[in-house]
T-cell receptor
Framework: DAGVIQSPRHEVTEMGQEVTLRCKPISGHNSLFWYRQTMMRGLELLIYFNNNVPIDDSGMPEDRFSAKMPNASFSTLKIQPSEPRDSAVYFC????????????FGNGTRLTVT | QQQVKQSPQSLIVQKGGISIINCAYENTAFDYFPWYQQFPGKGPALLIAIRPDVSEKKEGRFTISFNKSAKQFSLHIMDSQPGDSATYFCAASRGSNYQLIWGAGTKLIIKP
């Protein structure tokens, strides 16, 4: 089991640039989550997919953020244009079902926007 | 009412001691209380979880104590080891994972 795979591990970009974060969930998992982690705000759920369909995107901070899940094995989180306040660690997590199965997190993408 | 309040923010414990992290909640509809452990550079990983129909759950050196009337739950780490040094998050939800409400986290350092 390779676990949840995220890329890149680190991303440094300039304000105004487009950033795309990628996630490969664990095979067989049908629920996928994007989280953002900062010292100030802790862990924040950005968006939740079930069976590739976005169920709850109320945590997406603004229209600059968008997420897609074109198939069961791939998801992207895009920020366009990026701003310094977007600097954070972004995590993808997957699990089976919508109940209380453990969330399996990737190792995250550390984004720095200068 | 949706918050989960976690304390302390940071904790230093001597090797072999007991580490205790506390969480409190307001929403009595919560019915699932997991604890996640996060090492530097890694994502959180489920450590142990409890439901409100039991008052205690133990897995090895890790124990969750649950006090339904006080709306509090805590994580106890017995015989704490340097390898337990990590950030610990409590969480609570009603029904499904995507509704998890996370605590702010506790950075635990175990001194050798």
């Amino acid at each position: 089991d390779a676990g949840v795979i995220q890329s890149p591990r680190h991303e440094v970009t300039e304000m105004g640039q487009e950033v795309t974060l990628r996630c490969k969930p664990i095979s067989g998992h049908n629920s996928l989550f994007w989280y953002r982690q900062t010292m100030m705000r802790g862990l924040e759920l950005l968006i939740y997919f079930n069976n590739n369909v976005p169920i709850d995107d109320s945590g997406m901070p603004e229209d600059r953020f968008s997420a897609k899940m074109p198939n069961a094995s791939f998801s992207t989180l895009k920020i366009q244009p990026s701003e310094p306040r977007d600097s954070a660690v972004y995590f993808c997590a997957s699990t089976i079902g919508q109940g209380r199965s453990p969330l399996h997190f990737g190792n995250g993408t550390r984004l720095t926007v200068t | 009412q949706q918050q989960v309040k976690q304390s302390p923010q940071s904790l230093i414990v001597q090797k072999g001691g007991i580490s205790i992290i506390n969480c409190a909640y307001e929403n009595t509809a919560f019915d699932y209380f997991p604890w996640y452990q996060q090492f530097p550079g890694k994502g959180p990983a489920l450590l142990i979880a409890i439901r409100p129909d039991v008052s205690e759950k133990k897995e090895g050196r890790f124990t969750i104590s649950f006090n339904k009337s006080a709306k509090q739950f805590s994580l106890h780490i017995m015989d704490s080891q340097p390898g337990d040094s990590a950030t610990y998050f409590c969480a609570a939800s009603r029904g499904s994972n995507y509704q998890l409400i996370w605590g702010a986290g506790t950075k635990l350092i175990i001194k050798p």
